[in-house]
């Protein structure tokens, strides 16, 4: 980036931000073909406040970011821990947000839960508030979300994924059979779904939970489909013992869940955990399709490859031998 | 006649190479590929040694499974099978999971053999 767009980016943030302080870029986060994420200084009266700019690279990813913006903000009324958005330019497709302190680095975090396990009780109950609050969040304003609350749909959808690769996979294909032969009858009101609430996607302290991120699966659906997607073995990270993202045990992660006023569905939990560790491993299986495509050539993708064998062992042990 | 060093030993000590002296002088996104990638030598020297058995113990398996002569190929016998689940009749849900359960454990079976090259360990 030259000098000149370098002034011209401080200038075009500087903007969204009220009373057009002063911005520096100190650092780079991340540099995706989808979004760039800068670390900036923001710097008024002599006062600097670290803040976090996310910036769409296309029309579609701008979209996203304004359904983002909108969304951490009912978050953050309804209770959740999430980073307080600074300023937004939904035409730019740019949030500016404070920045919160916090490790997103699974395998760190989890070496602190292991010298610390008081940290890991706290970091299950941390998720089963901050998940209680977003499905509390008012769905109202996110009529727009796409909806994948009935089983019967979220079935479809996987089957969709499947038709959709070009090798064979039937160990998939038992996975789809039996998400229909154990559909949920449940009738439930839809609520919003964070989509992929993990290690990863949240920060953390010394102290717990510091800001969920990472809105952009974010769409209506079951209560029990985010609950059940923290807990596949796939989120422990090697830390298998520890049901709940490798961190703590479920009966804490349901004790906080309920006591911020979410309701626990066991029958629909199950379903979701089954149906979850099939959508991951439909996903992987995408990753090197895209590699043997052509369409990417990360040997990380490619390594996916030799990933898939896990979620189909997870599948089967899940779903039994019905 | 192939020559020495075979694929095994070539493998393995492409792995070590990589893990004891490349990965100690690279960091970052550099460091997270060269583990990948010694990861896959691994992989793959494991694969050597048990991959043509651990395929044909499948391709029995599924060829008594679905009836099949004895001597079709995997790649056939997996499409046939996935083709099997597709057209599996959903009606008769009783039928459809006395189906499903016995192909649960010819799968289950492929599955461990297969995590046993890609993944050792994981299932225990």
Request: some cysteine.
């Amino acid at each position: 980036m030259s000098a000149k767009d370098d002034a011209e980016l401080t200038t075009r943030l500087a903007a969204i931000l009220p009373g057009k302080p002063e911005v520096r870029v100190t650092g780079v986060a991340s540099l995706g073909a989808q979004r760039r994420t800068l670390f900036l200084d923001v710097i008024e009266n002599d006062q600097t406040t670290k803040a976090v700019a996310q910036i769409a690279g296309n029309v579609l990813d701008a979209a996203d970011i304004e359904k983002e913006a909108r969304l951490l903000r009912g978050a953050e009324k309804a209770g959740v821990v999430v980073p307080r958005i600074l300023g937004v330019d939904v035409e730019m497709g740019t949030i500016i947000s404070e920045h919160v302190d916090g490790e997103s680095i699974p395998r760190r975090i989890l070496r602190l839960v292991e010298a610390s396990p008081k940290l890991g009780s706290q970091l299950a109950s941390d998720s089963g508030r901050a998940l209680a609050m977003i499905h509390q969040i008012p769905t109202t304003e996110f009529q727009d979300l796409q909806d994948l609350t009935s089983s019967d749909r979220y079935a479809d959808e996987m089957e969709r994924l499947l038709e959709s690769l070009s090798t064979p996979h039937p160990t998939f294909r038992l996975g789809v059979r039996w998400l229909r032969r154990h559909k949920l009858n449940d009738s439930l009101e839809p609520v919003v779904v964070h989509g992929d609430f993990r290690l990863g996607n949240v920060l953390a302290s010394d102290q717990g939970i510091t800001a969920v991120l990472d809105w952009e699966l974010v769409h209506l659906g079951d209560p029990m489909e985010d609950v059940a997607w923290l807990c596949l073995r796939t989120w422990r990270f090697g830390a298998d013992d520890l049901e709940v993202g490798g961190f703590g045990s479920l009966e804490e992660l349901r004790s906080a869940y309920e006591k911020a006023g979410g309701e626990w569905r066991d029958e629909a939990f199950h379903w979701w955990t089954v149906a979850r560790t099939l959508w991951w491993g439909l996903g992987l299986a995408r990753q090197v399709q895209a590699y043997m495509d052509g369409d990417a050539n990360s040997i990380v993708l490619a390594a996916s490859g030799r990933r898939v064998v896990e979620l189909e062992y997870d599948l089967l042990c899940l779903m039994g031998d019905a | 006649m192939l020559d020495r060093p075979d694929a095994t030993t070539l493998l393995k000590a492409m792995a070590e190479t990589l893990s004891n002296e490349v990965l100690p002088a690279t960091s970052g996104g550099t460091r997270h590929a060269v583990r990948v990638v010694a990861n896959l030598c691994r992989i793959l020297e494991r694969e050597v040694v048990a991959g043509p058995t651990a395929s044909e113990q499948t391709r029995q398996a599924l060829a008594d499974l679905l009836d099949d002569h004895a001597d079709a190929t995997l790649p056939d016998l997996v499409a046939k099978l996935d083709q099997a689940l597709r057209d599996g009749d959903s009606s008769s849900a009783t039928d459809d999971a006395t189906f499903d359960s016995r192909v649960r454990k010819v799968i289950l079976a492929d599955v461990e053999r297969r995590l046993a090259i890609d993944r050792p360990g994981y299932a225990s």
